[in-house]
């Protein structure tokens, strides 16, 4: 058993149903008790989807166990054949029908529907949401796609590719197909099949037409590119567009491949290079960050962080363990040991023990920062609401790189900001009770707020206990503490305490803050 | 798909249930988790399940929770569907380390999941066992969330049901007081129990907000549900020798008027007491419906079935705000503590119970109800079709019993057309 708070993935049958209700004219027919429905809200709510997801869930109940389960996974396919007439039947088992062993996808198979039924398993003991998109994806592409071979073509004027990977509930598919689109067509090259966001089954019959394939999320599209290439020989692209540096070396990977000048396209490289050099965001330099996401989101999003924003990378991890191997070897790059977890609050004790400046992270990293006052912005899934923005905002290409520099620097204070607060910092309205205006007038003091997390630390905690008679600090020293700005004070408390512990220099005094400050400086 | 799908009369009331069978559109009762664990502070509930009843929780707690939140999943993996015994160990190891992590819970709940029944888990023999381990500083009470035998609200009363044998039996000399049943907001419990207070009533609430405050029960128990979802607390509470107070649930002027006089009633309080009591607060709610019911009256009001409120409701918008209920749809009718509210139906009314969602959103469409009162599931996409929708968890979270919630209560129904009237595009 593992204990779990929160989940980065869910079961593998939501990943299923982001593939079923990405696609048009899919069906999926799931065996499951009541309650499993909650998934179709994430599609509803958090996408704000405007139909429900095109599933249809047996809902057996205890009365139902070991007599007519089956019977009612027949009716029900029946019924949702009959109602919905998709081109082509999902059949899986939520984790308890995996339990009773039904077989949906041998009796759905038998009933003789006038449609292709691809019969899924899920593992749902051993798998997770990304596995199961995966999965799905590749069987309803070998259900679904004309393998036989294609009779060799008179040269094209333009060459065409599929563009895999995006999905529904995913973060930004919606906006980085429109912007993927943009670049391949700048470079002479036509979108045979977008899947599965918005494909049909007969979309999926012709992905072989194409010349080669982009994998826009290997997560979901790294099974099926493979099996396209070596079905059709087509070559696949898998750079992820991500930041300035990523969509050029993308750009260059499609124009070596369809034998294309790159440089007109590489000249629009957006407004990041620019604004990452103008003079506002030198305070930019070596910020630490904290970087958890998917593999291919938390790879670039380190690259970027390092080469595109001058930021220090101090933690880098991902809760996608198939992936594991290129997280491991990216965070290698920076010096690092990579965080490989599904556990949160593994995540939230490197972060405590960190103490970032900036944390990238996904849902989770966002309630762990809010908690720990610190800034925070969204670069992965699993995301909420408010990361399905109604403006056009993708991820990849020029644009999205637009949309990073503006989306990681919003949570920070702007330069200007920071450096009159240094000016200014004994007046009144910039005292330590007044909180970071960037944060809301709510957050009052972050510093307290963090003490306990803190103070919870193994040593820390125990030396507070135990020795309460004395104070840590003398009056003076406090008092000068104050005088430092509050969102370097919790770092420089923390500094000073562990400098003071280490030589024995308990109660500190002005004096010891001071030479705290210069040892971590030199 | 409707297996079964008859129409059967109602005994009490003479009114016609539709009853069919097919996908239903429903939370599983661990969603009671998400405000059980905020209103007993001590308690922790620890699901043992799979991935998916994690997902859930997190999916229908959603934004709502910044802190560590007092539940989690233990995920069962593969491992653990090979043997029994093995899981009972994974079990122990697993609450051994939340409570070294949270000293502070004093009641930590082993909830039962689909699957976790289907292997036949047996959740009580691991509460035994980890209270001779962990007891008595700690108590292990179990129940089950499972959706195969319980919908969203009903996770609450198993939740209940379960800690009932642990109540202590009020000694024999002890006078009659009142328990009132089913987990209410803290504001509206501290409005009741000062009103109870006035009446001089004895009141004890449950479930209580510290494990350590449990009531004792005994044949001087008088009870009083404040939720109509609480069919098996009820069976336990009448096993212990308790009695249930018959009334209406306290949710609009009328139904706060009729479940506060069955407690006056059955503890001889005068009438002119009561009236002086609720006077003014009557007044007050009275006031707060006015303009909700110019809003309402005469609009039409459709319920997918959801948290058992549905009656009560109903009966509230119907009679109050003057809105004609077209279908109630409710997952489990419960008869005999619902008798009071469905003699205070219109008899043109359709209710059903249980669901086939794709049948019942066609009878809704063909309907083109003025509202449709739908799960979270359902909303944006009926929104879409143009019906205005009320979505129901709200009505679950927010207090809205008694006379000074009585005004948002009705809010909660005007602000879809309030919103519908405003927006020009």
Redesign the interface.
């Known amino acids: 058993?593992?204990?779990?708070?929160?989940?980065y993935?869910?079961?593998p049958?939501?990943g299923a149903m982001r593939i079923a209700t990405a696609m048009k004219g899919v069906h999926l027919l799931l065996h499951a008790?009541?309650?499993?429905?909650?998934?179709?809200?994430?599609f509803?709510?958090i996408e704000?989807?405007?139909?429900?997801p095109p599933v249809?869930?047996?809902?057996?109940?205890?009365r139902d166990?070991g007599s007519d389960t089956a019977e009612?996974f027949k009716?029900?396919a029946i019924?949702a054949y009959e109602?919905f007439r998709p081109d082509v039947l999902l059949v899986a088992a939520?984790?308890?029908a995996e339990?009773?062993q039904d077989d949906p996808g041998g009796i759905a198979g038998a009933l003789g529907l006038p449609v292709p039924v691809v019969p899924l398993e899920m593992s749902?003991?051993?798998r997770?949401e990304n596995w199961g998109a995966a999965h799905t994806f590749y069987r309803l592409v070998r259900a679904c796609c004309d393998s036989s071979p294609r009779p060799p073509q008179a040269e094209r004027s333009r060459k065409r590719c599929n563009l895999l990977g995006p999905t529904a509930l995913g973060f930004r598919h919606r906006d980085d197909i429109i912007e993927v689109s943009r670049l391949l067509d700048q470079l002479g090259v036509d979108i045979n099949v977008v899947a599965p966001y918005g494909a049909t089954a007969a979309d999926l019959a012709r992905l072989g037409d194409a010349d080669f394939n982009v994998v826009l999320y290997p997560e979901i599209a790294d099974s099926v590119a493979r099996w396209l290439g070596k079905t059709f020989g087509q070559p696949c692209v898998s750079t992820p567009p991500l930041g300035v540096t990523g969509t050029r070396a993308f750009v260059e990977e499609v124009a070596r491949l369809v034998e294309t000048d790159p440089s007109p396209v590489l000249e629009e490289v957006g407004r990041l290079p620019w604004y990452s050099r103008s003079i506002d965001s030198t305070y930019l330099t070596g910020k630490q960050v904290f970087i958890f996401g998917d593999a291919t989101h938390a790879i670039a999003a380190a690259r970027i962080a390092t080469e595109e924003f001058g930021f220090e990378v101090v933690g880098l991890g991902s809760y996608c363990r198939e992936q594991a191997r290129d997280v491991r070897a990216a965070a290698k790059q920076y010096g690092l040991e990579a965080l490989i977890t599904e556990d949160h609050l593994e995540v939230e004790d490197r972060i405590v023990e960190l103490q970032p400046e900036l944390v990238l992270g996904t849902q989770m990293e966002r309630?762990i920062a809010?908690?720990l006052g610190l800034p925070c912005a969204i670069i992965s899934a699993p995301v909420?609401?408010h990361d399905y923005p109604a403006r056009y905002s993708p991820q990849m290409g020029f644009e999205g790189a637009n949309v990073l520099f503006d989306t990681w620097v919003h949570p920070l204070m702007m330069g200007l900001e920071h450096h009159l607060l240094s000016m200014f910092r004994d007046d009144f309205e910039f005292a330590e009770t007044a909180g970071p205006s960037h944060l809301g007038a709510s957050r009052s003091t972050p510093e307290a707020e963090l003490r306990p997390a803190v103070a919870a630390e193994p040593g820390s905690a125990a030396s507070e206990a135990s020795a309460p008679a004395e104070p840590l600090w003398t009056a003076d020293a406090e008092h000068e503490l104050k005088k430092i700005p509050f969102f370097v004070r919790r770092k420089a408390r923390r500094n000073t305490e562990r400098f003071a512990r280490e030589r024995g220099r308990i109660p500190i005094t002005v004096e010891t803050l001071y030479d705290a400050k210069a040892h971590f400086q030199a | 798909?409707s297996?079964v799908s008859d129409i059967s009369d109602d005994a009490g009331r003479q009114l016609p249930v539709l009853k069919q069978r097919?996908?239903?559109?429903?939370?599983?009762?661990?969603?009671g988790i998400v405000w059980l664990h905020r209103k007993i502070q001590d308690a922790f509930f620890l699901v043992?399940g799979?991935?998916?009843c994690?997902?859930?929780i997190?999916?229908?707690a959603?934004?709502m929770i910044?802190?560590?939140?007092r539940?989690?999943?233990?995920?069962?993996?593969?491992k653990?569907?090979a043997g029994f015994a093995d899981?009972q160990e994974?079990?122990d190891?697993?609450v051994a380390?939340?409570l070294a992590r949270r000293p502070e819970i004093k009641v930590l709940f082993l909830v039962g999941s689909?699957?976790s029944?289907?292997?036949k888990l047996d959740l009580s023999r691991a509460a035994e066992r980890l209270s001779q381990v962990h007891g008595p500083d700690v108590s292990f009470v179990n129940y089950s969330g499972?959706?195969?035998?319980t919908?969203f609200t009903q996770g609450e009363d198993t939740c209940l049901a379960a800690m009932v044998p642990k109540m202590r039996t009020l000694p024999a000399e002890a006078p009659r007081s009142l328990m009132v049943v089913g987990s209410l907001a803290d504001p509206v419990e501290d409005i009741f129990r000062r009103i109870f207070e006035a009446l001089e009533i004895p009141v004890v609430f449950f479930p209580p907000r510290r494990f350590s405050e449990l009531p004792a029960v005994g044949p001087q128990t008088s009870y009083l549900l404040a939720q109509p979802y609480l069919a098996e607390t009820g069976r336990a509470l009448d096993e212990r020798g308790a009695q249930r107070l018959a009334a209406p649930f306290p949710l609009g002027v009328e139904g706060t008027r009729g479940w506060l006089n069955a407690a006056a009633q059955a503890f001889d309080v005068r009438p002119s007491r009561l009236e002086e009591v609720v006077a003014p607060a009557e007044r007050r709610a009275h006031l707060a419906l006015g303009r909700a019911r110019e809003m309402l009256t005469g609009k039409r009001v459709f319920f997918f079935p959801d948290s058992q409120l549905e009656v009560p409701l109903a009966r509230f918008l119907h009679r109050e705000l003057g809105m004609t209920p077209v279908e109630i749809g409710t997952p489990y009718l419960h008869r005999e503590h619902l008798a009071v509210e469905l003699s205070m139906l219109p008899s043109s009314v359709t209710l059903s119970e249980g669901q086939d969602v794709?049948r019942q959103l066609d009878r809704c469409r063909a309907s083109s109800p003025d509202l449709v009162v739908c799960?979270?599931?359902?909303?944006?996409?009926l929104e879409?079709e143009g019906i205005t929708t009320k979505w129901s968890i709200e009505l679950t979270f927010s207090p809205i019993q008694g006379y000074e919630h009585v005004g948002d209560l009705a809010g909660l129904f005007t602000r879809p057309f309030v919103r519908r009237e405003r927006l020009k595009v």
Request: proline residues 4%; charged residues 20%; hydrophobic residues 40%.
């Open positions: 058993m593992q204990l779990s708070v929160w989940t993935e869910g079961p049958h939501v008790p009541q309650g499993d429905t909650y998934a179709d809200l994430l509803t709510m704000r989807r405007k139909e429900r249809t869930y047996t809902t057996f109940a205890a166990l009612l009716t029900a019924e109602r939520s984790c308890t339990l009773i749902a003991y051993q997770k309630h809010k908690r909420h609401v | 798909m297996l097919g996908q239903r559109e429903v939370f599983c009762g661990l969603t043992i799979s991935r998916t994690a997902h859930l997190q999916s229908a959603g934004v910044f802190a560590e939140p539940f989690a999943t233990a995920i069962l993996e593969e653990d569907l899981a994974e079990i190891r697993v380390r939340l689909c699957p029944e289907v292997i499972s959706g195969l035998e919908t794709e799960g979270l599931g359902l909303a944006n996409p879409v």
